[in-house]
């Protein structure tokens, strides 16, 4: 069975940092590009960044764009998420992806998701 | 940055029914479009790929459609484990991925 888990998640001031991280089992994890996405409290879905499944390919969503950074240890069949100089916009459950193929198109199993509120 | 409009914002039917849910991109986007699904307090699944692709384990009451900027959802007869939200996404900018702003169905 595909499991992704997120942890990580927690209450950060405005400024601060916090990395996530995404345990992946029961798929070959270094074959799928993997994404993060967030929902703010009753909102939609944002797509926040994704990364090939060899590392080679990243990009990010302009709101987070110089402070955020994904990277991936297929070692450890682990994903992160870098948040630095986060803002109180940023509050919001951030979910661990995995997508269909090596590049990251379309999102086919998602984790549980982890909080991330940021406030003063 | 490829917008993605959602219509209608809530659907109201009742179980049978069938639901029809309209996706909208401001500049085409061939078929690189995905359909997924979000109950209450759980993350989304896929549903389709690639405008029309139903994802693995999907019943065949759901089916998507269109291509270009015009894509629909169809659920033949809805069950009630069917009630949610419903969201697009398209991957035609890639690599910056949008999602549409969702169609809830609930419960008439």
């Known amino acids: 069975e595909v499991q992704l888990l997120e942890s990580g998640g927690g209450l950060v001031q405005p400024g601060g940092s916090l990395r996530l991280s995404c345990a992946a089992s029961?798929?070959?994890?270094?074959?799928?590009?993997m994404t993060w996405v967030r929902q703010a409290p009753g909102k939609g879905l944002e797509w926040v960044s994704g990364?090939?499944?060899?590392?080679?390919?990243?990009n990010y969503a302009d709101s987070v764009k110089g402070r955020f950074t994904i990277s991936r240890d297929s070692s450890k069949n682990t994903l992160y998420l870098q948040l630095d100089s986060l803002r109180v916009e940023d509050t919001a459950v951030y979910y661990c992806v995995k997508c269909l193929g090596y590049q990251y198109y379309y999102m086919d199993v998602w984790g549980k998701g982890t909080t991330v509120t940021v406030s003063s | 940055e490829i917008v993605l409009t959602q219509s209608p914002a809530t659907l109201s039917l009742s179980p049978g029914e069938r639901a029809t849910l309209s996706c909208r991109a401001s500049?085409?986007?061939?078929?690189?479009l995905a359909w997924y699904q979000q109950k209450p307090g759980q993350a989304p699944r896929l549903l389709i790929s690639?405008?029309?692709n139903r994802a693995t384990g999907i019943p065949a009451r759901f089916s998507g459609s269109g291509s270009g900027t015009d894509f629909t959802l169809t659920i033949s007869s809805l069950e009630p484990e069917d009630f949610g939200i419903y969201y697009c996404q398209q991957r035609s900018s890639w690599p910056l991925l949008t999602f549409g702003g969702g169609t809830k169905v609930e419960i008439k």
């Open positions: 500049q085409s986007v061939s078929n690189s």
């Open positions: 029961g798929f070959s994890f270094s074959s799928h590009a």
């Open positions: 690639d405008a029309s």
């Open positions: 990364i090939s499944s060899s590392g080679g390919s990243i």
